[in-house]
């Protein structure tokens, strides 16, 4: 009987979080997208950098290292641009 009776409350308390935590997130999320620019912003001066450290004198891990940084530029752009579209459908 105990096991019920515990279950339901973690099922009441689960709910009444959950009720009031709803309008927080959609709140949030306007800056959520601020949080995905700022990584964008710090991706792209990581790669800006690399590009500068490695103009003198490439090597196979500066060219690895450059590549692996476009790629996560290429992510964080792709999710500030999902953030971006899911902001405007609202």
Known sequence: MSKIR???AALTSV???????????????AGSCDQQQAQVDR???KYDALQQKFAEHPTHKGQKAKKA????????QARLDKCEAGSTES
């Open 43 to 45: 991706a792209q001066a």
């Open 15 to 29: 709910l009444a979080l959950g009720t009031t935590a709803a309008p927080a997130v959609a709140d949030d999320a």
């Open 69 to 76: 940084q476009a790629q996560r530029v290429a992510r964080a």
């Open 6 to 8: 515990l279950t339901a």
